[in-house]
């Protein structure tokens, strides 16, 4: 099968699905209280953004999610990399801290940030950070552990500094690994995000989310659902473009180490 | 599949140190973590009422045991997440063997579709299936299912695929029947990747079930945290946050002794896995050593697979 077979098969699929998803509501064969037509689906999507209600929750939405994933873009690598390549003692007696912070579900501590940070907009930037920031240190940290080990060996044969070590060899090398962990935790800061909207907000797309459902309003169920899979997806779409700018000597990917590595390096 | 154990990265090599020491040390983050949280309260550097000591929390949960509550809403969020990994499993699974095996070309067509969908915010799809499932606990299996379908499937479709091509030889010259050599070759290798992708999905599970049932039921340990908090039983809140950390980190932890007990690979030197997903006849360059010496936080991982096959 060519490539563009594949794209024409995979056009009339789209096509196929959105007809009957169209046309199932639409001659009743699913009621369209639960599940309305796509036009509709779009009409709403129309409709919020023309009243301003789209635009504003998108944007603190983002504000929000960018925020979070922002200090953890900070403080994630930088304590990956320094627990990862400057002390391995200090790593050895923090990794275990660590992955039981990792393991507590932020969803959980949304009651205990909110006794410390209040409702305002800190404790869900707190908990978008606290989400983001351990998977990106410990990929920080096996990216430093997995460097080539040949590579480490020339450097030392060509007598570089340990801080030029750490910056033109290490840091390279771990940057593949960083930037995987960042994809990830972008992808789980919008899940966290509208986690803590629909929980406690008065507004971004999860809360219109909620307040969608609680007035029975289907159409902008699934157009907020839509949008917030779509703003995931091209956030997914940048970082995928930045990295591939910023990582050129990547080695070609090879599958069975990324099955080897249990998916959490490529 | 040669690796040497030579390949360990220095920063690994100066835990040569007594045994003894290495697990003093390695225990000795948590063990400072929990001084300082019962220091900071009582010596009221944090305003206790808002952060109790830890040996309050520690009781609360002896008093949740002993009332037995904790055992019901531990049976409660269990039996929830298995259904829900069942679930997923019975779904995943099977759909992946049908596409990576059978219909590959409608994989390939499949492909951005499968990914689009796992994107879908499952927060954002929980107001969907109550719609459709009402209320009541089919609406939390089902977000529970959703989410654990996706890491199952994409593991499935790359276990499958990257199955020892010398193994499907072998079975082929052995005139094995296309069944036989799907019951017998393919799923038994595909065993180690398919459980990478199962513990992934129990993570998630575990995360999006707390949450599921904080935004609504009765039942359950996310509902421990959220009745707490709303009935402001401070050390409550500790308690179960504590409890379904711990619980999250034994998970985490046990499933991944099972998996390494599963497949060999996480140890140093292996000359060859049974269903080695590496061409083995493809001579390229030694891989170097896999970040799973590491634990590397699972529940995050998903993506980057589906990424990457």
């Known amino acids: ?266 | 599949m040669s690796r040497a154990p030579s390949l360990e990265a220095p920063a690994q090599r100066a835990t040569t140190a007594p045994r003894l020491r290495a697990a003093a040390l390695r225990c000795s983050g948590i063990l400072g973590f929990a001084v300082l949280w019962e220091l900071a309260s009582r010596l009221r550097w944090i305003d206790p009422t808002f952060a109790p000591a830890l040996s309050t929390v520690v009781v609360t949960i002896g008093r949740l045991i002993a009332s037995g509550a904790l055992l019901t809403h531990i049976c409660i969020s269990a039996g929830r997440a298995l259904a829900g990994l069942a679930l997923g499993l019975l779904i995943a699974v099977p759909a992946g063997l049908v596409l990576a095996r059978w219909t590959p070309r409608a994989r390939l067509v499949l492909d951005p579709f499968l990914r689009v969908l796992s994107q879908v915010n499952p927060f954002s799809l929980m107001p969907v299936f109550l719609l459709f499932f009402g209320s009541g606990e089919l609406v939390k299996i089902t977000t529970v299912g959703w989410v654990a379908i996706w890491p199952i499937l994409f593991y499935t479709l790359t276990a499958i695929t990257t199955v020892d091509p010398i193994l499907l030889k072998t079975g082929r010259s052995m005139a094995l029947s296309e069944r036989e050599l799907v019951l017998r070759v393919i799923l038994p290798a595909s065993v180690p990747t398919l459980f990478v992708g199962l513990r992934i999905a129990a993570g998630l599970v575990f995360f999006m079930l707390i949450a599921a049932e904080m935004l609504g039921t009765n039942g359950g340990l996310g509902w421990l945290v959220h009745n707490s908090a709303m009935n402001y039983q401070i050390p409550g809140i500790y308690a179960g946050s504590l409890l379904v950390t711990l619980l999250g980190f034994g998970l985490h932890r046990g499933l991944i002794a099972l998996e390494r007990h599963l497949s060999p690979r996480a140890g140093a030197a292996l000359p060859t896995v049974p269903g080695a997903r590496r061409p083995a006849a493809v001579a390229g360059p030694a891989p170097r050593p896999s970040a799973s010496a590491v634990p590397t936080p699972s529940r995050w991982s998903a993506v980057a697979e589906q990424e990457s096959t």
């Open chain 1, 1 to 266: 099968m060519t490539r563009r077979e594949i794209l024409r098969a995979q056009l009339l699929l789209a096509g196929a699905v959105l007809a009957l998803w169209e046309l199932l509501p639409r001659i009743g064969w699913i009621d369209p209280v639960f599940v309305p037509p796509p036009s509709r689906v779009l009409e709403a999507l129309v409709h919020l953004w023309g009243l301003g209600l789209l635009g504003e929750h998108t944007r603190l939405s983002l504000g929000r999610a960018l925020g979070g994933f922002g200090v953890a873009v900070v403080i994630g690598p930088l304590l990956g990399l320094a627990l990862g390549g400057w002390f391995p003692r200090l790593r050895q007696a923090l990794e275990p801290l660590m992955e039981f912070f990792s393991q507590a579900n932020p969803v959980v501590l949304f009651h205990v940030v909110l006794l410390f940070f209040g409702i305002g907009e800190s404790a869900k930037v707190f908990l978008i950070a606290w989400l983001c920031i351990w998977p990106i240190a410990f990929a920080a940290i096996a990216g430093v552990a997995n460097v080539d080990p040949e590579l480490l060996r020339a450097a030392r044969a060509f007598r570089l500094s340990r801080p030029a070590l750490f910056v033109r060899v290490v840091v390279p090398a771990a940057l593949p690994s960083i930037f995987t962990a960042l994809r990830l935790a972008a992808g789980q800061s919008f899940i966290m995000l509208i986690a803590a909207e629909m929980m406690g907000a008065s507004s971004g797309l999860g809360w219109l989310v909620v307040q969608s459902q609680e007035s029975y309003h289907a159409p902008r169920i699934f157009a907020a659902a839509g949008l917030i899979s779509g703003l995931a997806l091209v956030t997914d779409r940048i970082l995928l473009v930045l990295e591939a700018r910023l990582i050129r000597w990547r080695p070609p990917l090879d599958e069975g180490r990324v099955l080897l590595a249990g998916g959490a390096e490529r």
